[in-house]
């Protein structure tokens, strides 16, 4: 104890002398003496044993007089001294102690209204524990005993009546909760005058229902009646004055009114500070709401201050799974969330839901904003499957907890199409929206901030949808809400910015996008942390301007400063950073000029130059008229010399392209006299910039290209030309091809030119193996060479017909070579069940032979998959994904993410014996994972070609003949059946959807890598063993069986040169059964056995069909199929495969 002797009045006196103990040196203090509570600290590491600093005030110290004096009254000093005890710790926020102290008095009364009294004690206690069941228990008790004893008036239900309000609007069901505070008003406006403070309490309960149920109006008026009340009969610095602010402060907060807010929860925190222990929860109450406004105001430092000082209070004074602290959470996370953070931020919203899965009902309203939370989580994150996920399971639990207008649930719709509308499903997107919007326009002011919210949505849909007025007209209502409700550096107002340039920029109105990206990034860059990921939007969005309006250099460094960005706060597989990257790669590799919308000015080309210092231009001239043609190439015969001006005397000319289009030979011939003047032009740059002088044939080969088309819309020689591209360059670097291809005999093609400009896609090794046939290839270029300066084919209308032949003859060389040309088109493939046997070496086949394709697998890893299947997992051109197709979420979001022109489907169930046994997961497997990827399919809307991979078994047993392709299907057993109903849908999606699709149905796969529940891979590794082979039946079941290989190159051929909409066969001409294949392995192994010593007949199986045979693969052999390895090469690979690696599928 700590006391100030000069104190005036003398609560206390030394009694040394004159008591018996005298070595005590005891002081006697007064029965009214005040301390106050100082430091407290833990003695000798004992949990039981504290030391309290307990300072001595003195009588006169009023503002503690007035609170203790009404303190007193509250806690009826006519009740008994262990019951008034007990209020006090309530009052204090010991709940544990007042619980002991209560159930102590209930055991020992036998009085009835006593009875009543504990009950009720009880039921506060158990409130302010967050057991809510319990604490209606004791609330309805106490009721019991009164009603038998008291009028239905008396002031003793009041308090009953309240606490089981409190607790029914604390789970959410504000129904009844509303009620019982009614009924308490109503008992209270009969008994006590109007000013009386046991009024305002009910008006304050009733406020907060209707704040609950998003009806702010009413609720402002309950709180503002209760705050009338109390400041008429309390004294200025009691808590329930703090209260009654804290109230209205956080109707004000709803209703975006944050200056007002922020004022009354600030009034709220003095008084609790004067009133309260350090540790009280309703202190940390006050520093949660004052944190949430500094939150709205942008202020996150300050919020996240706040919270945190609540956190440390709450994690002191209440239970590890209290609600509140739950709250707490939620608000820490939410702070991080918006400065970026969302690693943290998730981490604190998942401590919430834990906290609140255990005391809430499932149903309850807070659940759902946890819900709602960690679903933008994990949309900031771009894991939009479970997102929706947790959006949906909110949307559930709001729908059955909530009014129809409330403004909670149009959150949730909100949130639904926000992800909907990430995932490509604007259907759904703009349905969510306008529902969202419809119950807000019912529950908000005109001007809220809300409101806004929902507009942007919508328009962000509108131009998703190309309705770019739609669009518009929304987000300007968006932005004229936030200028009028929001500080003018909020970030929604960047937001809004953002959304009206984005929607300028589609219009092509890049002057008006451009400005409004700025004005966005102002705001970002004073409200934002540098590293937020909305500032790499901004960023990302002004480079895109800059990209369309050719100003390259100025979008390249905007890109790198959106890419910066999110490296640092993104994970690395979110679909923005597979945006930022792509953008720096399309503006980082050449700089083009396209003239095609009229003549430029000298001065725009002079200033383009200037800055950008492009590596490469591109003249793009679509005029037919020969008159207007000449003056538009005259026009642009002047950009080399503008060149020569911007540049150093170190200055190496820039290339110049010239893509034109001409209609007849007059324009030809106009053309031609303009290569040569541009050549000419170039000649005279080259020589007075360079010490060493250049003739025209270096000129022409290295530094001017002229094309020309006869289709204005395509540039379609151009087109044709791109596909011999690859072929070239690995010529080229190889060092076998020097030479040119002319056009006309104006101007070339330069192949050392193409080396530099596309220098990044040739690789360090060889690209070709050294089989390839040069000479012969040669040969087909000098041909075409010959050809095209002919007087025939002067026009490249008529040359441009030859290119396409040479390009067939060339791939046909290099096929009968095995090798593939790489276009420069490449795909992106997704590839489900991937690390299963055929699909896994059809990822190997397409890694090392598609360099420039990437590979999306999706696989869920049933037990015969194996990860290990993929001989290069760590390509930079493949990526792995552990998830279920049956999720056509997942599938969608995959879709979009990585931008997927291509789909191979091989994930199926196909072990045949079980689906006798557990046949509906063969539905689940292969019908409804099929329709879960076409209906994925049909949504993202860009899928090239869908290859579907089915199974000969569809057809039926055959007892003579082969099936063809148009044969009806007959499938004989549960797995065969699902494969057909998985065709059938495929079909469908293709006349319904137009899906662009091909089925291919195989024989019987077999060779390196298969799992051993299949026939050849069970026999082999049996006998290699030393163990018998089991053959159900007689072992004459009749089956084809084709080398993976071989198959694997089928569904190349048909991937890449297949029509669509087509069905394809894969078979072969070797009919083998069972114990044929028996014997050849058996022959192969060398074990000197008999084929009886080492089989073991066992019962037939029931539903064993005897024979499948199908055509053998007419329509792809006209694609240029053929099989190329025997029965025998391809038993011979697989068994010194499973000699290599016989514990492949037991490890």
Known sequence: MKIDPS????????????????????????????????????????????????ILTSDNDQDLHILTEQMRKEIHPDKKGWDRLGQLLIKLGQFNKAEEVYDILLEQTTIDLEKASMNHMLGIVKHGQGEYKDAITYYKRSIKIEEKMLSPTHANFVASYNGIGLVYAKIGDYSNALSYHQKALEINQKALPSSHSHLAMPYNNIGMVYHK??????????????????????????????????????????????????????????????????????????????????????????????????????????????????????????????????????????????????????????????????????????????????????????????????????????????????????????????????????????????????????????????????????????????????????????????????????????????????????????????????????????????????????????????????????????????????????????????????????????????????????????????????????????????????????????????????????????????????????????????LTPVNDEDINENYFESLWTTNPEELHHITVLSDILPILLALIHDGKVNGQINICNKGTISLKYFKTIYSNEIKQENILPQSVPIDDITDKFEQWNKQMISPETRQLYQASFLLPNVLKSIEQILQQQKIHMNRNTSKILLVTGGCGFIGSTFINHWIETYPNDKIINIDRLDPVANMKNISNPNSPNYTFILADINNKDIVLHLFNQYNITHIVHFAVQAHLDSSFGNSITFTESNVYGTHSVLEASRIYGKIQKFIHISTDEVYGETPSGSNQEICLLNPLNPYAATIAAAEFLVKSYGESFKLQYCIIRLCNVYGPRQHFEKVIPTFINTLLHGEKIKIHGDGKQIRHFLYVDDVIHAIEIILNKGKTKMIYNIGTKNELNVLDIAKYILEKLQLNKNLDDVIIYVKPRSFSEKRYCTTICGLVKSLGWKEEISFDQGLEKTIEWLQLNPDYWTK
């Open 7 to 54: 104190i005036p009045s003398t609560p206390f006196a030394n009694v040394h002398d004159v008591s018996y103990f005298q070595g005590e040196e005891e002081i006697l203090f007064s029965m009214n003496s005040i301390f106050r509570i100082g430091p407290m600290k833990q003695l000798d590491g004992n949990n039981r044993l504290w030391q309290v600093d307990l």
């Open 213 to 690: 149920m998003g009806d702010y109006s009413n609720a402002l008026s309950y709180h503002q009646k209760a705050l009338e009340i109390n400041q008429k009969a309390l004294p200025s610095n009691h808590p329930d004055l703090a209260t009654s602010y804290s109230n209205i402060g956080m109707v004000y907060h709803k209703m975006g009114d944050y200056s007002n807010a922020l004022s009354y929860y600030q009034k709220a925190l003095e008084i609790y500070q004067k009133a309260l222990p350090s540790n009280h929860p309703d202190l940390a109450t006050s520093y949660n709401n004052i944190g949430m406004v500094y939150h709205k105001m942008v202020d996150y430092s300050n919020a996240l201050s706040y919270y945190q000082k609540a956190l440390e209070i709450y994690q002191k004074a209440l239970p590890s799974n209290h609600p509140d602290l739950a709250l707490s959470y939620n608000n820490i996370a939410l702070a991080y969330e918006s400065i970026g953070d969302y690693s943290n931020a998730l981490s604190y919203h998942q401590k919430a839901l834990e906290i609140l899965q255990k005391t809430l009902p499932s149903n309850h309203p807070d659940l759902a904003i946890s819900y709602n939370n960690i679903g933008l989580m994990h949309h900031n994150m771009g894991d939009y499957s479970n997102a929706l996920s947790f959006h949906q399971k909110a949307l559930e639990i709001y729908q059955k907890a909530l009014p129809s207008n409330h403004p909670d649930l149009a959150l949730s719709h909100n949130n639904i199409g926000m992800v909907d509308y990430k995932m490509g499903d604007y259907s759904n997107a703009l349905s969510y929206h306008q529902k969202a919007l419809a119950i807000l326009q019912k529950a908000l002011p005109s001007n809220h901030p809300d409101l806004a919210m929902s507009y942007n949505n919508i328009g962000l849909v509108y131009h998703k949808m190309s309705d770019y007025s739609n669009a518009l007209s929304f987000h300007q209502k968006a932005l004229e809400i936030y200028q009028k409700a929001l500080p003018a550096n909020h970030p929604d107002l960047a937001t809004s910015y953002n959304n009206i340039g984005s929607v300028y920029g589609e219009m092509g109105n890049y002057s008006n996008a451009l400005s409004y990206y700025q004005k966005a990034l102002e705001i970002s860059q004073k409200a934002l942390p540098s590293n937020h990921p909305d500032l790499a939007m901004s960023y990302n969005n002004i480079g895109s301007v800059y990209d369309e309006m050719g100003n390259y250099s100025n979008a390249l460094s905007y890109y790198q400063k959106a890419l910066e960005i999110s490296q640092k706060t993104l994970p690395s597989n979110h679909p923005d950073l597979a945006i930022y990257y792509n953008n720096i790669e399309v503006a980082g590799q050449i700089v083009l000029y396209n003239y095609h919308h009229g003549k430029p000015s000298i001065q725009e080309i002079k200033e383009k130059i200037n800055n950008d210092k492009p590596d490469r231009i591109i003249i793009i001239i679509n005029e037919k008229n020969s008159s207007k043609l000449i003056d538009t190439i005259n026009d642009h015969l002047l950009i080399p010399l503008y060149v020569a001006q911007a540049t150093t005397t170190s200055y190496s000319p820039i290339p110049v392209l010239l893509l034109t289009c001409i209609s007849n030979d007059n324009n030809l011939n106009i053309i031609q006299n303009a290569t040569d003047q541009l050549i000419n032009i170039y000649s005279h740059i080259v020589n007075a910039k360079l």
